[in-house]
């Protein structure tokens, strides 16, 4: 089992900054995608950014040019640098791990591992 950790929401003014972290932990685990989400009051959660275990990135069009995402591999760490906020930008955003897991002795699966959510509010 993959357990998933964000921090670092809060309160910031619009054209603020904020940097988001986000931790798997477990035994065993082979990471081959990491990405962040979120969902805004009424809507439906959506994606913001997502890196896979070789560094490719994709980004939503809403935040290119504001928001940049980063790991740390060897500490199964994802982070989401989140620059000139916008009030639009209110959300819980949420860390999703996608896990290659092996199922018996010769196949493998993956998995998606969701973190509980941290609430970001820009204010104007």
């Known amino acids: 089992q993959v357990q998933v950790a964000e921090s670092g929401g809060g309160l910031v003014q619009a054209g603020g900054s904020l940097r988001l972290s986000c931790v798997a932990s477990g035994e065993d685990i082979y990471i081959s995608e990491m990405g962040w989400y979120r969902q805004a009051p009424g809507k439906e959660r959506e994606l913001v950014a997502t890196i896979t275990s070789t560094g490719t990135t994709n980004q939503a069009d809403s935040v290119k040019g504001r928001f940049t995402i980063s790991s740390d591999n060897a500490k199964n760490t994802l982070y989401l640098q989140m620059n000139r906020l916008k009030p639009e930008d209110t959300a819980v955003y949420y860390c999703?791990?996608?896990?290659?897991?092996?199922?018996?002795?010769?196949?493998?699966?993956?998995?998606?591992?969701w973190g509980k959510g941290s609430l970001v509010t820009v204010s104007l």
């Open positions: 999703k791990v996608r896990c290659l897991e092996p199922v018996g002795e010769s196949d493998t699966r993956y998995a998606n591992y």
